[in-house]
């Protein structure tokens, strides 16, 4: 899967809990260390999605007010994985976030829930040995049609996950996504990716039609 992904920063480590609601960023704004205005940059996050331009929803680990201002610790799409920045709050725009993806690398099965109740699970193609698909807590950063000769018309969830085995991939940062098998090779069930989950076409086209942007994704073995 090649999509451009956004520019490689450092940011603070974090093990998010599960978000219920999404930050929608209402300009460009830069990612804290800290919920303290004087604290280190640790990341640009622009207003609008890469690829379709779409606001940017960030889902929202924790609230904190410091000195009468309140902060949002947000889940920080990019490399390296897995981290999370403070913002200002009265620069979103809060959403609840109802949708959560659960992807069990074991199983090899996507389980998408709607408000806690589970309403589809699909087989899928995972990472193979030596491109693993990464484990964490994820989101969607945008939807967008694949247009590759394997799948011209495919629907491909693009994740805030990056392949910690490939630093580029057919011209993209080796960003990892939720798409479309089209006529690529491997079976569902297989592990046999360059990292992305591989879904069949018509179950790609039901995700995009229901998953949100910002969506929680969990990637657990």
Do not use: P
């Given at each position: 899967m090649a999509l451009v992904g956004p520019t490689v920063a450092t940011a603070s480590a974090a093990s998010p809990h599960r978000p219920t609601e999404l930050a929608e960023l209402l300009q460009p704004i830069r990612a804290l260390s800290s919920p303290?205005?004087?604290?280190?940059?640790?990341?640009?996050?622009?207003?609008?999605?890469p690829l379709t331009g779409e606001p940017a929803m960030l889902p929202i680990v924790e609230r904190r007010t410091v000195a009468e201002r309140e902060w949002l610790r947000v889940m920080l799409p990019g490399r390296p994985n897995n981290r999370t920045g403070w913002i200002p709050a009265n620069m979103t725009t809060s959403h609840p976030l109802?949708?959560?993806?659960?992807?069990?690398?074991?199983?090899?099965?996507?389980?998408?829930?709607?408000?806690g109740d589970l309403i589809k699970r699909f087989k899928v193609v995972i990472g193979a040995r030596i491109t693993p698909t990464p484990l964490g807590n994820f989101f969607v950063v945008e939807k967008v049609r694949l247009g590759t000769k394997w799948s011209p018309r495919g629907w491909a969830l693009a994740l805030s996950a990056f392949s910690n085995a490939l630093r580029h991939f057919e011209g993209g940062q080796g960003q990892v996504a939720i798409h479309a098998r089209g006529s690529l090779a491997g079976a569902l069930g297989s592990a046999s990716s360059h990292g992305c989950i591989r879904v069949t076409d018509r179950d790609a086209g039901w995700l995009n039609t229901h998953v949100p942007?910002?969506?929680?994704?969990?990637?657990?073995?």
């Open positions: 303290l205005v004087r604290s280190t940059s640790v990341r640009y996050l622009a207003q609008f999605t109802v949708w959560r993806i659960r992807i069990d690398l074991s199983n090899r099965v996507l389980v998408a829930f709607k408000a942007r910002g969506t929680f994704v969990e990637i657990v073995r």
